[in-house]
């Protein structure tokens, strides 16, 4: 399961699809529905750079998230 862009949780449920078929998801910690690789903005490619440096860093994907600020606005900072 993809973690939520939202809160970053990982307790997320499938949530039926959207109507171009892709899965959509839903967070059972703050209950936003999201789509999994849904177009989002465009992240510049050194961001991208970094982002592959720290996947095979093995760092989880809210890690990297939180580390690079790739995410939708509104997060909560904690
Ligand atoms: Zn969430």
Redesign the pocket.
């Known amino acids: 399961m993809p973690v939520?862009p939202?809160?970053a949780?990982c307790k997320t449920l499938k949530n039926g699809r959207i109507h171009n078929r892709k899965q959509r998801f839903k967070?059972r910690?703050?209950g936003?529905q999201f789509v999994e690789h849904s177009p989002k903005k465009v992240i510049d490619l050194g961001t991208r750079e970094l982002i592959d440096q720290l996947l095979l860093s093995r760092m989880s994907l809210a890690r990297i998230a939180r580390a690079t600020q790739v995410s939708e606005p509104g997060q909560k900072t904690t």
């Open positions: 939520c939202n809160c949780s967070c910690e703050c936003r």
